[in-house]
């Protein structure tokens, strides 16, 4: 039995060897290709890394610089004063863990090689990414943390207007205005949150499930076999 | 400099083109349509000749190229999903890979053997090749980066899968 599937395994490598025709690519062709630009989807994961974070610091710089001045009185008003100097601090802060983050990027982006075994490459891609993400999730959740109570001062600032300038509500108490206030608020932080969360979520679960589920399958297919 | 340069091109694109039946073999298991075959040979090579430089020449050019190509079908490139089917691919002339003289029925039997390696998975696809080539197992386990061990069990099981997949296939 174990003689007969010998002969057969020696039969396919026979067969195999037995391929002569190859196509043929002349040099030629052959040195065009090399003169060639093409973007592969680990140069992909790196420039959308880039992208995310250059967003990020474009992002931070503009309402750094331009914010201030941007909103209107009205929107100032509604976001106080205290708000403003919150974001201002957090994006000075932004700008300082964006250029950490594009460093980070880049020493695991330069550990990624071709020439290593296929089981090193993976890892090293998948490390890679997983650091971008995990990074970026930080990032994400120290943003959610720090916006809440911006959202819930916002909110909290509308619905007081709101019950002011209404000829309804225009004579309420300011415990009940307060009260008012408050509901609106933590609706206002817990939807805006929310919906900040959920859309990070999505795009991550989508970017990093549509480059990296390929790799992921033939990393778990190497750590059966070692295993 | 551009003297060295152009030599340098010279020598790489010479050596691509002698052992460019590698490459084509790499493509032929990892792809289902001469599109998609051209693209990863493209690929495969510009992989080869960025790392040229780090080709420090104490192991063999076959055996570097098999490695990068490797590693750029599995992990570079991104599968594309094609409706041609793989069984009609591998009857096209543009993978008429057997010899003229030979018959139809070991041009048949090629074409089934690469149709079966296909059904396998990528790491299984890999290995499978490199047995076929007769690489060492010293050699196939440094490529995939696992124990030589590891790789001759796996290397049993897979022989097993591919003949089952002959079986059923003809």
Redesign the interface.
């Known amino acids: 039995m174990e003689d007969n ?1 010998k002969d ?2 020696d039969e ?2 026979m ?13 030629e062709k ?2 065009s ?2 003169h ?1 630009k ?1 973007i ?3 140069q992909w994961l790196f420039i959308i890394s880039l992208i995310e974070l250059l967003l990020g610091l474009f992002i931070t710089l503009w309402s750094l610089f331009s914010g201030k001045h941007y909103y209107s009185s009205s929107v100032m008003e509604v976001m106080g004063e205290e708000n403003i100097r919150r974001i201002e601090t957090f994006s000075n802060t932004g700008i300082v863990f964006s250029f950490v983050l594009m460093g980070i990027i880049y020493y695991f982006y330069r550990k990624i ?10 890892n090293s ?1 998948i490390r890679f990414r997983k650091a971008v993400v995990i990074c970026l999730i930080a990032i994400v959740l120290i943003l959610l943390i720090f916006m809440f109570p911006i959202y819930f001062e916002i909110g909290k600032n509308i619905a007081i207007q709101n019950s002011i300038s209404n000829s309804a509500t225009s004579n309420l108490s300011p415990e009940e205005l307060q009260k008012v206030g408050r509901t609106a608020g933590w609706f206002m932080a817990v939807i805006s949150v929310s919906i900040i969360g959920i859309f990070f979520f999505a795009y991550y679960y989508l970017i990093y499930g549509f ?1 990296l589920r ?2 992921t ?2 990393q778990r ?2 750590k059966e ?2 295993d | 400099m551009n003297k060295t340069l152009e030599t340098r091109e010279t020598k790489f694109t010479k050596l691509i083109e002698n052992n460019q039946g590698i490459v084509h073999k790499i493509c032929r298991i990892y792809t289902d349509s001469p599109e998609a075959h051209e693209d990863l040979f493209q690929e495969i090579v510009l992989q080869l000749w960025k790392s040229f430089d780090s080709f420090q020449g104490d192991s063999k050019f076959s055996t570097w190229m098999y490695r990068v190509g490797l590693n750029t079908a599995i992990t570079l490139i991104r599968k594309k999903n094609r409706t041609i089917r793989t069984s009609s691919i591998d009857g096209q002339p543009y993978f008429d890979v057997v010899s003229k003289e030979a018959d139809e029925t070991q041009q048949e039997r090629l074409n089934l053997l690469y149709a079966s390696i296909k059904k396998l998975n990528d790491v299984e696809r890999a290995l499978v090749l490199l047995y076929l080539e007769d690489l060492p197992y010293r050699e196939i386990s440094a490529t995939l980066g696992i124990t030589e061990v590891n790789a001759r069990v796996k290397m049993n099981r897979v022989k097993e899968k591919l003949r089952v997949l002959m079986n059923r296939n003809s």
């Open positions: 599937n057969k395994i396919l490598k067969l195999w060897h037995s391929q002569k025709d190859y196509i043929n690519y002349d040099s052959i040195f290709m090399i060639r093409s592969n989807s680990v090689s071709t020439q290593s075994s296929i089981n090193t490459l993976i891609i480059f390929r790799l399958k033939n297919e190497l076999i070692r």
